[in-house]
């Protein structure tokens, strides 16, 4: 999906990596291979500023976190990030290349402790199965704030975590995910840890009856219409339509999002989800929740991947966000 490492062109059209999923007979997919990236820990640590390592999360799930860590020298405590990366729910991992320097860049850049979960994908595990996974995360973080002394849990984070300032964040599908999550987490007695802030960006989500947006994204070369509709057929529960409350919030009966922290929402006009995420944005403020909307001209679906200066920027945005949501959430609880 483009080089993340330095100026990448826009991808052309036909790329797509979701078209090369394969759909078998039986059910099952054949995915496309990403290159993987080891963390730091096991490949030159000394020499990174950013440390990252690999921690089971789930063993029967297989499931695991990535976590990433500014390569510091002082004890400052950061803001904690929990990221799930985009694919459809279908494809790649928190390994994949582009999300691991993505989530590399991300910590530096903030910065921020990011947890990165590697979560069950479909079809062999449709959704909820996600969401639960991140909801988990979520639990294992306050696991480590509750450990009794500094030495029970993860150091990184007992050493380098602020638990009063948590974060959930997600790319396209990831960012459906850091939404439905929210949703459970907020229900959930989570102290010492404060969720205070969700950071969606371009999130992914649907509906049966076509937008614009989505009518004009037959040949988009990032999220093509049939890529498009095959993710939501491989994902949803079985027999359930795109109307699902999974893929379209807007549509679906309660639960709606009462009780949600502050909201930044990204987007931008070439993306094929951009009305969708209009409507959410909408739907959002009407329930009351605190919506921050970033919903730039030009530029496609994860531009964040190809373009290195829509990333920085991206990451400007997410530093001022949290920045701002956390002083808000200190001063209401005071």
């Known amino acids: 999906m483009g080089d993340v490492g330095g100026a990448a062109p826009a991808p052309a059209k036909g790329t797509s990596l979701f078209l090369q999923i394969v ?4 059910g099952t997919i054949s995915r496309p291979t990403v290159p993987l990236a080891p963390p730091t820990v096991d490949h030159h640590p000394d020499s990174s ?19 990433y860590r500014p390569n510091l ?19 790649f991992s928190t390994a994949s290349v582009f999300y691991h320097e993505f ?25 909820p199965a996600a969401y639960e996974d991140a909801v988990e995360a979520v639990l294992w973080v306050q696991a480590q ?17 602020d638990f009063s300032r948590c974060f959930l964040m997600g790319s396209s599908s990831g960012a459906n995910m ?54 939501w057929r491989l994902a949803l529960p079985k027999g359930a339509d795109r109307d699902h409350e999974f893929c379209n919030p807007v549509a679906a009966p309660p639960p709606r999002p009462i009780g949600l922290p502050s909201c930044m929402v990204k987007g931008c006009q070439g993306d094929p989800l951009i009305d969708r995420q209009r409507a959410f944005v909408k739907m959002l403020e009407e329930e009351g929740v605190s919506v921050v909307a970033k919903l730039d001209e030009g530029g496609f679906h994860a531009i964040e991947l190809f373009d290195p200066v829509r990333r920085q920027a ?7 966000f949290i920045s701002s949501t956390a002083a808000a959430d200190a001063a209401a609880a005071t």
């Open 73 to 91: 020298p002082s004890a400052q405590k950061l803001p904690i990030v929990i990221f799930s990366h985009g694919g459809g729910f279908v494809v």
């Open 145 to 161: 704030a509750q450990a009794q002394k500094p030495a029970a849990g993860e150091p990184w984070l007992t050493s380098h975590g």
């Open 49 to 67: 500023s950013v440390l990252s390592k690999d921690i089971p999360l789930n063993p029967t799930h297989k499931t695991f976190i990535r976590i």
């Open 103 to 127: 989530c590399e860049q991300m910590a530096t850049a903030v910065p921020a402790l990011v947890i990165s979960l590697d979560y069950r994908l479909a079809p062999e595990h449709r959704l």
């Open 314 to 320: 991206l990451f400007a945005e997410v530093r001022d």
């Open 178 to 231: 850091a939404y439905h999550a929210g949703l459970r987490a907020v229900a959930l007695e989570l102290q010492p840890v404060r969720l205070v802030g969700l950071i969606l960006n371009q999130p992914y989500f649907g509906g049966a009856e076509r937008t614009p947006s989505e009518s004009a994204s037959e040949e988009d070369p990032v999220v093509p219409l049939r890529a498009n509709d095959m993710m």
């Open 23 to 26: 759909e078998h007979p039986d």
